[in-house]
């Protein structure tokens, strides 16, 4: 089975409530409550999600050739790199909204407990 591509995880990041599409530093964003939770790598195979430092743990660990942390202090506080081919939809999906989860504002999280 396939693994997504960046269309793919497009649909899901925005999939989520209050999602939104923007840009940074020349590639895709995906931004709840004007912060960025989640990104495209400019090349298109790679993206990113803010996770939960625990989370991206457990989640580098039990899936090596899918997640990855960030380099430096970006990786240290949850950043984690996500390449595509290797991922499948649903683990994605989880990535995506425990990124969406840690991200959003209080407000906007009490509207969709």
């Not at 590639?27 to 999600?49: C, L, N, P, W, Y």
């Not at 989370?55 to 595509?84: M, Y």
Request: hydrophobic share 40%; glycine share 10%; with cysteine.
């Amino acid at each position: 089975m396939a693994g997504v591509n960046s269309n793919d995880f497009r649909k899901l990041a925005l999939s989520l409530p209050e999602a939104t599409e923007g840009a940074h530093m020349g590639h895709a964003d995906f931004r709840v409550g004007g912060k960025i939770f989640a990104t495209i790598a400019s090349g298109e195979e790679q993206g990113m999600v803010k996770l939960p430092p625990p989370l991206q743990a457990t989640l580098v660990g039990s899936h090596p050739d899918v997640f990855e942390p960030s380099s430096g202090a970006w990786g240290r506080q949850g950043c984690t790199q996500v390449v595509f081919a290797k991922a499948k939809a649903p683990l994605i999906r989880q990535a995506l909204e425990e990124a969406w989860r840690k991200t959003a504002p209080k407000k906007i999280l009490r509207q969709y407990e």
